[in-house]
């Protein structure tokens, strides 16, 4: 089992910068891919950014794409995700979850373990 904590989450005016943690424990040698998701007040859980764990390749949505990054530091079991320029509409939960190699890195379905989330609203 893999256990996710997420930090970081609050309230920030548009145009603002926020970084999420998202700490592992447990059976981390068995994560292959960390990503982040997001999910809206009425919308479906939507796909942020991903990492290999060896932070080598990185994957984002178009809509963040220049604005966010996706980084591990491994030795501390814990993946950030530094958030620019930030929206209202960026205004979520954001998750953070664990997969091994086989499955989607873009679809929740894929992944396995999860955090409990954070919140993030952004005021215009």
């Known amino acids: 089992q893999v256990q996710l904590v997420e930090s970081g989450g609050g309230l920030v005016q548009a145009g603002g910068s926020l970084r999420l943690s998202c700490a592992a424990s447990g059976r981390t040698n068995s994560i292959y891919t960390m990503g982040w998701f997001r999910q809206a007040p009425g919308k479906e859980r939507e796909f942020v950014a991903a990492?290999?764990?060896?932070?080598?390749?990185?994957y984002y949505v178009d809509s963040v794409k220049g604005r966010f990054t996706i980084s591990s530091d491994n030795a501390k079991n814990t993946v950030y995700l530094q958030m620019n320029s930030l929206k209202p509409e960026d205004t979520a939960v954001y998750y953070c979850?664990?997969?091994?190699?086989?499955?989607?890195?873009?679809?929740?379905?894929?992944?396995?373990?999860w955090g409990q989330g954070t919140p993030l609203t952004v005021s215009s």
């Open positions: 990492i290999r764990w060896s932070g080598i390749n990185t």
């Open positions: 979850a664990a997969k091994g190699p086989s499955g989607s890195r873009v679809s929740s379905s894929g992944y396995d373990y």
